[in-house]
C-alpha cells in the first residue's frame, strides 16, 4: 500500500518562504506522476502543480506560477514543493498526491491522483 507523509508546513508573515516535503513508500516512486493540491477553509481541493515521472515536466497552476517549485527527488523517495513570496491567500491544508497509472499526462483534478497524503497546515499572515 503506498503511503504519502507531508512535512514541513507552518506559520510564516507574508513574504516568507517554506518548503514542503511528501516521503512516499510502498510502492514505486518512479511510476509516480506526483501533484500537490491545497484546501482553504470552505473551498474545494485546488490543484497546485505537478511533475512528471521521469522528465521532470512541471505544470502549476497560475496563482502560484513564478512563485512555487515543485521538484522530485529519486534517491529519497521525495517531492517538493518550494514556496516562496507566499501571501495570505496560500493559507491552507496543502495536500500530496500520488497518480499510479503510468500517465503522461500531468492531471490537475483531484480524481486524476490515486493515493493521498494527510495534508499539511500552511498559514500566511499579512
Known amino acids: 500500500q503506498v503511503q504519502l507523509v507531508e512535512s514541513g508546513g507552518g506559520w510564516v508573515q507574508a513574504g516568507d518562504s517554506l518548503r514542503l516535503s511528501c516521503a512516499a513508500s510502498?510502492?514505486?516512486?518512479?511510476?509516480?506522476?506526483m501533484g500537490w493540491f491545497r484546501q482553504a477553509p470552505g473551498k474545494e481541493r485546488e490543484f497546485v502543480a505537478a511533475?512528471?515521472?521521469?522528465?521532470?515536466?512541471?505544470n502549476y497552476a497560475d496563482s502560484v506560477k513564478g512563485r512555487f517549485t515543485i521538484s522530485r527527488d529519486y534517491a529519497k523517495n521525495t517531492v517538493y514543493l518550494q514556496m516562496n513570496s507566499l501571501k495570505p491567500e496560500d493559507t491552507a491544508i496543502y495536500y500530496c498526491?500520488?497518480?499510479?497509472?503510468?500517465?503522461?499526462?500531468?492531471?490537475?483534478?483531484?480524481?486524476?491522483?490515486?493515493?493521498w497524503g494527510q495534508g499539511t497546515q500552511v498559514t500566511v499572515s499579512s
Open positions: 510502498g510502492g514505486t516512486f518512479s511510476r509516480f506522476v
Open positions: 498526491a500520488a497518480d499510479d497509472t503510468l500517465s503522461t499526462v500531468l492531471g490537475t483534478t483531484a480524481a486524476s491522483y490515486d493515493y
Open positions: 511533475i512528471s515521472r521521469s522528465t521532470n515536466i512541471r
